[in-house]
Antibody, heavy 121, light 106 residues
Framework: QLQLQESGPGLVKPSETLSLTCTVS??????????WGWIRQPPGKGLEWIGN???????YYNPSLKSRVSISVDTSKNQFSLKVSSVTAADTGVYYC?????????????WGQGTLVTVSS | SYELTQPPSVSVSPGQTASITCSGD??????TCWYQQKPGQSPVVVIH???KRPSGIPERFSGSNSGNIATLTISGTQAMDEADYYC?????????FGGGTKLTVL
């Protein structure tokens, strides 16, 4: 059974960099059948896509966040990570990692439980 | 950038049919999926590839997509279906979400 688990600090100071890691178990992030990515949800608001990566190494980002976001991959640990720089209170929310399945035309069929990140001094 | 629009809220009586729409330019030319999210939980895909239900999703959930509008239909709506619903499209390796619709069963 595939599992995704987000980890990282729950509190980040304004202007600093938010860093999260998604550890995948029960499947490989190196498969050509999937994209892997990050999605966030501000308190009481809707889902916002942050970015994806493909096993080939290509990354794709939400244009509204592209200047502050980066996704990196560690295939040896079956993990991928998110960094968001220069954070403000608007970056507060629950951050999810997810798998997008090509067989589902890239619907996200597995999600992590989500981790709450609060930006506050 | 591509945008998807959903109504903020839809209300339905138990046992009736609920329809939630998602609109976007030429959306019918893309595949759309739908997620259900209950409070405090991660989203769950209930429809993918416009019309397909993952295993474990009740038959009362169905989808369609044509022209500029995709629709999630819940037949015989139950109290347990009360949740937020999000449409999503895949556009050139990027993900686009609708703003979400709160379904109230009353």
């Amino acid at each position: 059974q595939l599992q995704l688990q987000e980890s990282g600090p729950g509190l980040v100071k304004p202007s600093e960099t938010l860093s999260l890691t998604c550890t995948v178990s029960g499947g490989s992030i190196s498969s050509s059948s999937y994209y892997w990515g990050w999605i966030r949800q501000p308190p009481g608001k809707g889902l916002e896509w942050i970015g994806n990566f493909y096993y080939s190494g290509r990354t794709y980002y939400n244009p509204s966040l592209k200047s502050r976001v980066s996704i990196s991959v560690d295939t040896s640990k079956n993990q991928f990570s998110l960094k968001v720089s220069s954070v403000t209170a608007a970056d507060t929310g629950v951050y999810y990692c997810a798998r997008h399945h090509s067989g589902y035309e890239y619907a996200a069929d597995y999600w992590g439980q989500g981790t709450l990140v609060t930006v506050s001094s | 950038s591509y945008e998807l629009t959903q109504p903020p809220s839809v209300s339905v009586s138990p046992g009736q049919t609920a329809s939630i729409t998602c609109s976007g330019d030429k959306l019918g030319e893309k595949y759309t999926c739908w997620y259900q999210q209950k409070p405090g939980q991660s989203p769950v895909v209930v429809i993918h590839q416009d019309t397909k239900r993952p295993s474990g999703i009740p038959e009362r959930f169905s989808g369609s997509n044509s022209g500029n509008i995709a629709t999630l239909t819940i037949s015989g709506t139950q109290a347990m279906d009360e949740a937020d619903y999000y449409c999503q499209a895949w556009d050139s390796s990027t993900v686009v979400f609708g703003g979400g619709t709160k379904l109230t069963v009353l």
